[in-house]
């Protein structure tokens, strides 16, 4: 399963039925667990953990360095889970000493062609990256969350769950969870309720979340203030609870 003209160190966990295709390089301290497919023309270097059924096209490469100028060869981690696409030229960096070390990506992803993610990113489940979208460094990402085309976000930002950036759509501050953020400069423009409509959330908790959008951004409260109310309805309204943890800033304070 894995081409003649492939290179994998010696020190690399390759599952039995994992295919390499033509070209690639796999490094030291590489882990990619069964049913990945590797097409041609791919590097991954280590330490880096991959693990099932992912599916890796030519031209990535997966696990390098850093883009970091404080970098100096600290031994950082990236991890990815399963059942991910990661489309062409795509680049996933590792972690730094200066943040906890790792990159992660989770389960269920559509990565797709020439999208980057950063040293330190922690990007969730079930999210959709569409082509050149864009993660500097140490961006947390919730599950569910799609960026559109040539979307992106500034180092230390949170993009909340099931949130939804548009075309060119670039932030600098938090995100919260279930809205939807186009235009440039990015502005919240209101929830994602088709999203949420896909994923089953019933008519009720739609309007719930619509009801603790319009408290935060419509009401002309302080941010504070704001919060206290969403988290007091959050008590017998669930669904309100992502939205009111995504509340709780960065320092890079809310998109608002």
Not at 61 to 68: A, F, H, K
Not at 136 to 143: I, K
Not at 210 to 217: D, L, R, S, T
Request: hydrophobic share 40%.
């Amino acid at each position: 399963m894995i081409h003649d003209t492939a290179i994998v160190a010696g020190s690399a966990l390759i599952a039995d039925d994992v295919e390499i295709g033509p070209y690639s390089v796999i490094g030291d301290h590489v882990s990619i667990g069964s049913g990945t497919r590797v097409a041609s023309h791919v590097v991954i270097k280590g330490p880096t953990t991959i693990g099932k059924d992912n599916r890796i096209f030519q031209f990535c490469s997966i696990g390098d360095d850093p883009q970091d100028k404080k970098f100096s060869g600290e031994n950082t981690r990236l991890e990815i889970g399963d059942r991910n696409t990661i489309r062409e030229y795509c680049t996933i960096n590792r972690g730094t000493a200066q943040d906890e070390g790792i990159t992660s990506v989770g389960s269920d992803n559509w990565i797709l062609a020439y999208v980057h993610i950063a040293h330190d990113c922690r990007v969730g489940s079930h999210t959709i990256f569409s082509n050149n979208a864009t993660l500097a460094g140490h961006v947390h990402v919730g599950d569910w969350v799609i960026f559109a085309g040539f979307s992106g976000a500034h180092q230390f930002c949170h993009v909340g769950a099931h949130s939804f950036l548009g075309m060119f759509a670039g932030t600098s501050r938090d995100v919260p969870a279930y809205t939807l953020v186009a235009g440039q400069p990015a502005t919240v423009r209101g929830i994602n309720a088709e999203g949420l409509k896909r994923r089953n959330f019933t008519s009720a908790q739609i309007s719930n979340i619509k009801n603790a959008y319009k408290i935060v951004y419509r009401k002309g409260l302080k941010l504070a203030d704001a919060i206290k109310e969403v988290e007091e309805l959050a008590k017998t309204q669930p669904e309100l609870g992502l939205f009111a943890q995504s509340l709780h800033t960065s320092d890079r304070g809310l998109l608002r």
